[in-house]
């Protein structure tokens, strides 16, 4: 025994490998998918719908004795299993076929059995989907393919974003079977709340059997905010259903308009000018005033135009204090009225020593480095020949800091002198003209072109550019999206900022959620990173306004904001099933077309298919001997026995 043992525990310090096999069998894999949206439960009778979950229960256990049945619903998403419920409000035929391709493509995927109406309203026509498989789809054609008399929004095509004051085209598409000779009316509402007002009415007849037709309308923004809309078509005598005649939207509406005050020293050709450049962009509402004559108050401007201030009398210094405690964006157009002494003080972008009290003609050059903003060509090749206009006999010195857009050219000359400059002083933006005249330039464009289009494009673009207000609020908060279907999660995220302007997460962040009932949820932010998170969850369909707040060394923030959630309709505007469809799909994957109640006949064919056959796998395994347990029980048999056998011999 002794010599038994000590040569297994020789051959066990070797590390033996010991290698086995073994035959396994995988059953050829069908997937059962059953669509599960709203349109099915609908046009199907519950009698009929039971009777078919029976058959469909029977041949998944009729298909399970030789094959690996998985089941799987989908409508809105994809899901595993089948529940009957016929609730989802959506329908994507496209994205559960390549679901079944993404998880069974590379297995053993014998056949697909795809039981759905073959309506879709969410995804790509199955027909053209990229699914990755080759095994026959077997379609059962549920549904109601009756064509009863419906007249329907089909499409309500319109900008997401609008801009308060414009007016908003809509295009419509509607479409009607069975309608010939009757008339209806389309009407577009603003809603608010419960209350409607109506905005637009389009009165049409319709002349065929299979009606279609793109209606236009157009409408004013005349509020701010996320506005709802409603779309609707007055029903039909005989109509099966009114569900699918009226659709909501919304719009963002936004108020870009700013208000620009134009200050001029006395009257001059190059305030109407100016003037009229900016009001030819709606979003700009203008005001021009003498600087001795202004009355109104600086804080409700967005941008300051200042003509020839401060003058040599300085008797607006009030008016341009305020501007810049306000640190209102300005630009300064600089000319024989002007005390350049007092105006060296006000800005800091440029130093102007006057040589006298003459001045020189000047043309504008563009350099070529220059990049706060883009031109058109027509200004870089026209700006050149354009009239010249008045600037200072000076010398000039620019802040290293400031961008020089423009540099004079007298004569023929091209000068270093600055004539139009950008630049920063602090959080504010300015630019400034260092010549007057500019009506010559608007005057000589009219002339050329027959427009000031360039002239406008020069003006434009210096408002808009210094007018651009940066983001230096400490506290923001973001929604995902202001515009929500009701299964889609309400999402937000906020940033704090600390004095030197670094993220920080350290105060707990709130919101508050109200509804149009007056109800309100709190919420607490998730810290992540250095910022906040909120998933607010599903919420009902309706108005939402939020507030969030926050307290950091003894400040507190707010944000505001406001969103709504819409209901989800999609299954209301086509309810007629396309069989076509799913003939077409089976026929192109080799699979055949079957209805509710030839399901024993979908088992029967899969049941007898030659090409659905289980695969033989045989698997190789190799482990060391030593970790075979009963190798140990071995040894230790033999050691316990010889020690036995010598103490009952006597041998101890």
Known sequence: MRFVSVLLISLLLLSPILKKSKQETKKPIVVVAQDQSLSIGSETDS?????????????????????????????????????????????????????????????????????????????????????????????????????????????????????????TTLQIDVSCFNGNGQGSSLKVYHMDGDRKELLETVVFRIDQSDFFRTLEVTMPQEHTGLQRFRVTLDGLRGEKSYANNSRDFFIDVIDARQKVLILAGSPHPDVGAIRSALEKNKNY?????????????????????????????????????????????????????????????????I????????????????????????FSDELLNQLGSFAPIDAPFAEFKVNPAAQVFMKQRIGKVDTDFPLWIFGEDGDKKESIIVAEGLWRWGLYDYLQNESHQVFDEIIGKTAQYISLKEDKRKFRVFQVKNLLAENEDALFDAELYNQSYELINDPEVTMNINNAQGETFTF???????????????????????????????????????????????????????HNLLRQLSNASGGLLFYPNQLQEVSSTIEGSDELKPI?????????????????????????????????????
């Open 47 to 167: 009698l009929q719908l039971a009777i078919y979950h029976t058959d469909l229960s029977s041949m998944i256990q009729s298909l399970g004795q030789d094959h690996d049945v998985r089941s799987i619903s989908f409508g809105e998403e994809v899901r595993e299993g089948i529940d009957g419920r016929y609730d989802d409000r959506s329908s994507n035929l496209s994205s559960v076929l390549t679901h079944i391709g993404d998880l069974y493509g590379d297995q053993n995927l014998g056949a697909v059995i795809y039981a759905t109406d073959g309506i879709y309203n969410e995804g790509l026509d199955p027909l053209y989907s990229n699914y990755r498989f080759s095994a026959p789809i077997f379609t059962v054609a549920l549904g109601d393919t009756t064509q009863d008399k419906d007249l329907y929004i089909r499409q309500v095509f319109h900008n997401n974003i609008s801009y308060l004051g414009d007016k």
């Open 285 to 349: 509402e203008v005001v021009t005033s003498l600087a001795k004559d202004f009355d109104g108050e600086i804080k409700d401007f967005d941008l300051a135009i200042l003509h020839q201030l401060p003058t040599k009398r300085n008797q607006e210094r009030r008016l341009l204090r305020q501007i810049k405690e306000m640190k209102m964006p300005t630009l300064m157009v600089v000319g024989a009225q002007t005390n350049l002494s007092l105006f060296n003080q006000y800005q800091n972008l």
């Open 351 to 374: 130093n102007i020593a006057p040589k006298g009290i003459n001045s020189n003609l000047v043309q504008g050059v563009i350099q070529d480095g220059f990049s706060l903003f883009t």
């Open 524 to 578: 607490v932010f998730t810290k992540q990173n250095k910022s906040y998170t909120l998933d607010a969850g599903k919420l009902p369909v309706g108005d939402y306004s939020w507030s969030a707040q926050t307290q950091y060394e003894g400040e507190r923030f707010d944000a505001q904001g406001q969103f709504s959630v819409k209901a989800i309709a999609k299954e209301n505007y086509a309810t007629v099933a396309n």
């Open 616 to 652: 033989l796998y045989r698997v190789f395994e190799t482990e060391n001997a030593i970790s075979l347990r009963w190798i140990f029980f071995i040894l230790l048999g033999l050691l316990s026995a010889e020690w036995g056998l010598r103490r009952y011999m006597g041998g101890y």
